[in-house]
């Protein structure tokens, strides 16, 4: 499998997507081409000392990059021939099975929907972001690529995140909510109302009604469906509290010896709760709806989020849900 990776995508770009490309590349088996500035390239392997391990991979030559300050549509327009838009087209060419960015979401998503183009009969490409809950990990879809929405809209959202959920990350029978302010059927604004009709009568997907935010982390729901902007409020401060109660935990363990000396009977489980609370665990987000599979990476990700998110990356790839999705949207008249 061959993998296309954004080389200067992302805040810790170039110097900690090549480590986590390396690591995937030997402990996943599979192939990376990457797509970037080649002198800068080599020049980041000789410092980090991974010159051989480079050499293993395909480089698309490119000398632009987009920031995160560039409008997105800058990757069809003024920087098409950045990291982002050129990784883009290889894929739409079929010069790799899949393309990974840690770069500029808003770009990201006008990539993959005019350079990759959407499977016939998907409304809207979404960010279908996987985040751990106390009991396992959920999805949030849309975590922030359709701001404005449709009714019918985030019914393919529930759709397509229930099957993603059950091919990519093995969940039986993924119960799917709709974020709400209530989890009354008659709760929310008209969005809200419409949407939850059509997941209702959904077949297919096993609907439980809305679900409230405070829910979420015990995990009422396996697919959690909302608009972008709903979704990406939801998502920010989800990694807000999860970073800040791990901060407030540190804190009370290093506050004197005797907390120090507690801490390190509990080292284990601590790291453990750690490890469950972690949105690194997942790497990003499946961007749910393009012709060719397209994961972004968190914008902050070290070497190990690169790692698993191109391990989802690959799982995406071998579950056979591009090919299920061109069935579930596919026009009725067909």
Known sequence: MKIIVDAFGGDNAPNEILLGCVQAMEELGIEIVLAGDRARLEAA?????ITEALGKMEIL??????TMEDEPVSVIREKSESSMAVGLRALAEGKGDAFASAGNSGALVVGATMIVKRIRGVKRVSFAAVMPHTRGFFMLNDAGANVDCRPEMLLQFGQLGSEYMKRVMGVADPKVGLLNVGTESHKGDALRKEAHGLLASCPGIHFVGNVEARDIPDGVADVVVTDGFT??????MF??????????????FKKNMKNKLA???VYGDLQAMKKQIDYNEYGGAPIIGASKPVFKIHGSAKAATVKNALR????YVESGFQERVAEIVRPKAE
């Not at 392997?45 to 000392?49: P, V």
């Not at 990694?239 to 009370?252: D, H, Y």
């Open 312 to 315: 989802l990356t690959k799982s």
């Open 231 to 236: 979704g990406n409020v939801a998502l920010k």
């Open 239 to 252: 990694e807000g509290v999860a970073l800040s109660l791990m901060g407030m935990v540190k804190g009370i």
């Open 45 to 49: 392997a000789k410092e980090l000392g």
């Open 263 to 265: 801490a390190g009977l």
């Open 61 to 66: 030559h490119c000398g632009d990059t987009i």
